[in-house]
DNA sequence: CTGTTAGCGCTTTCAG
DNA sequence: CTGAAAGCGCTAACAG
């Protein structure tokens, strides 16, 4: 029992199709009041509900906007589907979800997915990578990204551009200032913390994360600081754990030396910490890595900020009630979803009209995590 | 500049579109090998990507799920969209997010929307209100939905059937046993916790919330314990925030009266906290709030779970790492997304063979934050 | 095994 | 202002 078409309202009506479809959907030509009366209310008794697929394959547009993150289950990636939820709903559209863990290939594939359901614009969260392994797939998937925008397509990208993409038009990057944040924290947290300072990365070659990494060595060498060692791990919680149990090693052995040495203030459990010349400050790349480092310290024992602080990236709401609160830099996640989605629609609307938006920002958010009291 | 057709890529190959369409894509019929290779040079030597939305119509099945949830940035349900996600690539489908804040209205819409994008499937998740302000748009819904199912559609329900959804087929429901949990979390609470419980519930009318609310009291009496008071809120991290603040009011007034009546035991700031018997147990209908709550109680200078005990619901990940560690309880959320993606699709594909899953079920996870320390 | 012929449901010229 | 006709791109019966 398929659904009513608009033919058969057409027929009840006593009208031709084309008529009922000017009635029913959209159209520049408006029929009479009383024709137009007895289609409308022939469609509500057949219950009529116009076949989206028919509409897209005759019009060619298809009210769809495709989503592409590493997991929509990281809040951060969620956050950013929450924008790009709204900026659809203005646009009457819909959103169309893949995740592809970040693999370049499965981005490639849901890129194709997309282009044949005909999306009017795709949207590209999650940060690209450059590393040798992935050449091939990023290769792949600049070309579908240029073959979709060569066919009228637009794509909207958060942070990086794709790397190899040539597509002239349709091409849409929302700038998120990750190195220039970074730097900002960096030159924060050395105005108060003087030991030494630890970054967890993620791994070599991811956009993002580099970037912040490069920031916060920027950041720190203008504030008169050498230049942290850098972990790396998963760009993701258990990477930060991971990452925060060898350091936490490390703490917990450079404290116990501090003690055979007499150094006083070197306490354990319950003293005022290391020295603070000898506590760490440790930046992890984003949110998610600085809770499971801090996870991770905390289940060897040590205590933030007493024996180590600790900063991440990126403000994820759910994680603002983490204590100790956790210091990171801010940044407009939902925004950014939401002007991806614009900006590629404004390509597709009007040819890229529509007035700039303000460009996204962030802030440094300092907090208890990377307090020195005293 | 449109993408290539299968009729170009027919014509470039020297086959009909019939041949190409059955080499191209699967099809029960297998054309020679010559003939074959020949179709997919030209396909690819074109570019050519099929469309979707001239195969659906054709074949009038899209390959899309619809997702409903009330909002992607809430944990919660970004752990079930995840397990849809999982399911959906199982079944080579595409999934089409709404979110609609949970109004009921906006729901209607959505189904009408995927119905109209001919979704094969539509998985619903966040729970159904029976407020009085509800009904007129739950009825739309019921009878959105039914319209769909009554056209072939399938539809896959977490936790609680829509209200007044009548159609016999094609739907389903993942049960998700909210009180039986609730009940058992109360009564090993009670186990531990002397003094009195209260309850942090969602408006009433809410399904979920008011099965756990229901499910605590029934665990209560079943530990002879009188039942706890109710207190009403938003469902969502704020609505625990407020009514934590109501509550950390309470407390400290207690504690006021308590310490001037010369009650030993009820101390302030560095005490042993108040007398066991007087402390309260709060549980909120899910994590979220019992972190909103918490956050609440904390920034009244009151301490968990020195001052108070607190349970959540849910088990949310992001979450896990929140100190004190939350007691809750576990609910595998991905697999739930799964099996009402996947249940929906049985009905979709074999008339519901396939074996059915395991039941959903969770568990009492008891952690720091109820620990009664003695 | 291949090609031909009809549509799927809707929009959109183009006449009337 | 309305209706008739011609597709959008693909699949699915039928023939051959």
Redesign the pocket.
Known sequence: M?AS???EVARLAG?????A??V??G?A????QD?AERVRQAAASLG?I??AQ??G????SSGLIGLIVHDIADPYFAAIARGVQEAAREQRKMVLLATTEGAPADEREAVAAFAARRADSIVIAGSRSSRPEDQEGNAGLAAELDRYCRNGGHVGVVGHPVVGATATGGYHVVPVPNEELAASLAEELAATHNGDFVIIGGPEGLFTSDDRVRGFQRGLSKAGRPPAEVLRSAFNRSGGYEAGLALAARIKAARTKAESDGIKGAGSDDGDGPAASSRICIFAANDVMAIGAAAALRSEGLRIPRDATIAGFDDIETLRDFRPALSTVHLPLEEIGRQATRSANAGAETGDGEEAPAPVTGHVTLRRSTETHG
Chains 1, 2 share one sequence.
């Open positions: 398929a078409t608009l033919t009208v031709s199709p084309a008529t479809s000017r029913l959907n159209s030509r408006k029929p009479g024709i009529y116009p076949n028919a509409q394959l005759a019009k060619s």
